[in-house]
T-cell receptor, first 110, second 114 residues
């Protein structure tokens, strides 16, 4: 059975801290791994990772994939209250099927 | 583009009633997905269509759930009869073959079955 496991499930930090969110997977027909941010509404796309070891960056967010160890991390540096959200990891298998993890609920306190 | 449009945004119904959720994908997108999100199970794919044809419905929980896509700009997800455990947020998403990995999600329909 396909599995995508995120940790921690919940995280509370202070503004300015750096956080690392984890995602491990066991999925057949792996094609790529995606990160989404969800703030009380629909998930919005952050990154797509297909190759191991290549870091994707967008501002204070960065992510990397390890296809040998079957995991990915999402880093957020200098966190802000606007980063508070649920962060979802999903694996794309086959042509179009996304398998999501449970999500990490991140809370940034001022 | 208006993005993926879903209606209604909120639905409260009583157990046993029929519920119909509606979705209009982004124009030009040839894939459409229905997801369900609950606290217990997270975000789960229920069914997806390609060019209006159902491709994978293995996530549909049981026979009470059915989905149709009569044309490229409209899809429905029906629950009949509804049960309290169907309470969840139902998302519709769409994507195009040329950008297969990026699915654009609608705002969701929050369903409460009493």
């Amino acid at each position: 059975e396909d599995k995508v496991v995120q940790s921690p499930l919940s995280l509370v930090v202070h503004e300015g801290d750096t956080v690392t969110l984890n995602c491990s997977y066991e999925v057949t027909n792996f094609r790529s791994l995606l990160w989404y941010k969800q703030e009380k509404k629909a998930p919005t796309f952050l990154f797509m990772l297909t190759s191991s070891g290549i870091e994707k960056k967008s501002g204070r967010l960065s992510s990397i994939l390890d296809k040998k160890e079957l995991f990915s991390i999402l880093n957020i540096t200098a966190t802000q209250t606007g980063d508070s959200a649920i962060y979802l990891c999903a694996v794309l298998k086959g042509a179009q099927k996304l398998v999501f993890g449970q999500g990490t609920r991140l809370t940034i306190n001022p | 583009d208006a993005g993926v449009i879903q209606s209604p945004r909120h639905e409260v119904t009583e157990m046993g009633q029929e519920v119909t959720l509606r979705c209009k994908p982004i124009s030009g997108h040839d894939y459409l997905f229905w997801y369900r999100q609950t606290m217990m199970r997270g975000l789960e794919l229920l069914i997806y269509f390609n060019n209006n044809v159902p491709i994978d419905d293995s996530g549909m929980p049981e026979d009470r759930f059915s989905a149709k896509m009569p044309n490229a700009s409209f899809s429905t997800l029906k629950i009949q009869p509804s049960e309290p455990r169907d309470s969840a947020v139902y998302f519709c998403a769409s994507s195009s073959s040329g950008e297969a990995e990026t699915q654009y999600f609608g705002p969701g329909t929050r369903l409460l079955v009493l």
